[in-house]
């Protein structure tokens, strides 16, 4: 061991001390910089927006005991008609002026956010922070509480318009939410769990994240927990970029991402729903999916791209334009499908009645047709009427026979069953092995088409199958129920 006297060892410590000078004060720059780099100081942004973000309260109307049932009606008429007296419990009529007695007292049912958009007193917040709610309270950072008026709400956009009685009111101004890049800062300000005027800040992480038909949402990773809904999400230019709206949690709370809707599309919602009191949508009647690369590929699309038509709507607009099970939509009213998701929205965005071009891919080409857009029922329950997979096919017409290549042994339809279908041709399956059974298919599907080649009987179909090239994906049109969908198989090599 080395020892040194105490002079020694503070000459050595200042001697270190001056060689590492210069860099201990390059790291004191650097970090002097980096506090003051790109890092916002948010206090006067939130001075000037808060008075403009308030508290939305809902009440409800709680019953005091349950409604009556048959045999307390036919208990009471008893007394009444017998004893000439109440039965015994019943609530006592109410007085004039008081409300029937069983209706209970107003009790609270939750709390949310919104923001005021109009010095005459026009909010905007989420659809289901008031919905089926019997009063809706709208309360300001400066303790004034108002009664709103539920102008219009929309389920599908989750945006709701609110009218309150007030003049000269703060707001807030709406900015443009296609302008957004991701890695911007924005903040959020809103009531999380009823803390009334809560500030967060972060980033915007991604935009057009698909989580809706009708939504292509704006993730941040801004901190919102529920009470948060219906809040602003505010850019650093102190504009108003999206409804705070969704979050994504397996506790309940804030893990880090949380959506929000633009507010270019909450506008044009609002702005339907000060006119009409409701949101106009057009509808073309068809159910579509994702185009997958494989599909693509075994189609000859070249590259993922527009929405895959899995079944039509009889007697819908686009039966009668001629689109079919299968077909591929690439162009709306002469706008490009990327994605399937796409489709609804610029279907949802067009006035019914409005005849548009449509262009398709269907059996190697494209084909464009003209399809007049309907109207969406508002909030209408999206449901199908399925039939039953019937097994219609004689003794006879069933023909027993080895798998093929795809590992499919196939039955011919018979004629009634065809009709019953709606459909020209195809055979059904009466079992699945192989690559069939592997790609989903099973028993009872339907055989539509094979590539770009309509299926018409079990004969014609294994003598396609027989000519596939064992080393490419061929693409199978199969309908189960009332859809279909395009399932892509690599033929066996021993069959």
Not at 23 to 31: D, L, P, R, T
Not at 116 to 122: A, E, N, V
Not at 184 to 198: Q, Y
Not at 375 to 387: I, V, W, Y
Request: aromatic share 4%; with cysteine; hydrophobic share 35%.
């Amino acid at each position: 061991m080395i020892s040194r006297s105490p002079v020694v060892a503070r000459a050595m410590v200042m001697c270190a001390m001056l060689a590492l000078g210069p860099a201990i004060s390059e790291v004191g720059h650097a970090q002097a910089a980096a506090s003051n780099y790109n890092l916002p100081d948010f206090t006067d942004l939130v001075e000037k927006a808060s008075p403009a973000v308030v508290n939305i309260r809902t009440t409800e109307r709680v019953r005091s005991r349950g409604g009556n049932t048959p045999e307390d009606d036919e208990m009471a008429e008893f007394f009444r008609r017998f004893f000439g007296v109440p039965m015994p419990g019943a609530p006592t009529p109410p007085r004039r002026g008081q409300p029937p007695q069983g209706q209970g007292e107003e009790q609270s049912r939750g709390v949310g956010s919104g923001f005021i958009t109009s010095q005459d007193g026009y909010v905007m917040t989420n659809a289901h922070v008031v919905a089926d709610a019997e009063t809706i309270y709208v309360t300001l950072p400066d303790k004034r509480e108002f009664k709103a008026k539920l102008i219009g709400s929309d389920k599908r956009t989750d945006v709701a318009l609110l009218k309150i009685e007030a003049t000269g009111l703060p707001r807030l101004t709406l900015g443009d939410s296609d302008k957004i890049r991701p890695g911007e800062w924005v903040l959020a300000i809103g009531s999380p769990f009823g803390l009334d005027n809560s500030v967060t800040a972060g980033i915007v992480s991604a935009k057009g994240r698909d989580t809706g038909d009708y939504l292509p949402f704006i993730q941040t990773d801004v901190a919102v927990n529920p009470g948060n809904s219906g809040g602003p999400l505010i850019n650093l230019r102190g504009e108003v970029i999206g409804i705070n709206s969704q979050i994504y949690s397996r506790s309940g709370g804030y893990m880090g991402i949380s959506f929000a809707i633009p507010i270019d599309e909450a506008l044009r919602v609002t702005e339907q729903l000060k006119v009409s009191g409701k949101v106009t949508r057009g509808r073309i009647a068809v159910a579509i999916g994702d185009v997958t690369k494989e599909v693509a590929d075994s189609l000859g699309l070249g590259r993922a791209r527009g929405a895959l038509v899995g079944s039509v709507e009889p007697g819908g607009p686009a039966e009668k334009a001629g689109i079919e099970a299968g077909d591929i939509i690439l162009k709306f009213n002469g706008r490009d499908i990327e994605k399937a998701s796409d489709l609804p929205r610029m279907v949802g965005d067009t006035k019914p009645g409005t005849r548009v071009p449509l262009q398709v891919w269907r059996k190697g080409q494209t084909r464009d047709v003209q399809i007049t857009v309907t109207e969406l029922e508002p909030d209408a329950a999206r449901t199908a009427a399925r039939k039953g997979d019937k097994r219609g096919n004689s003794a006879e017409e069933q023909q027993s026979a080895r798998p093929n290549a795809l590992g499919l042994i196939v039955n011919d339809i018979a004629e009634t069953r065809l009709r019953e279908l709606k459909i020209k041709g195809g055979v059904e399956v009466e079992s699945a092995d192989g690559p069939a059974a592997r790609a989903g298919i099973r028993p009872g599907d339907i055989i539509l088409r094979l590539g770009d080649a309509d299926v018409a009987n079990t004969r014609q179909f294994n003598d396609m199958v027989k000519n596939l090239d064992k080393n490419k994906m061929a693409a199978v049109f199969v309908r189960r129920g009332d859809a279909t969908q395009v399932l892509t198989l690599r033929p066996s090599q021993t069959r």
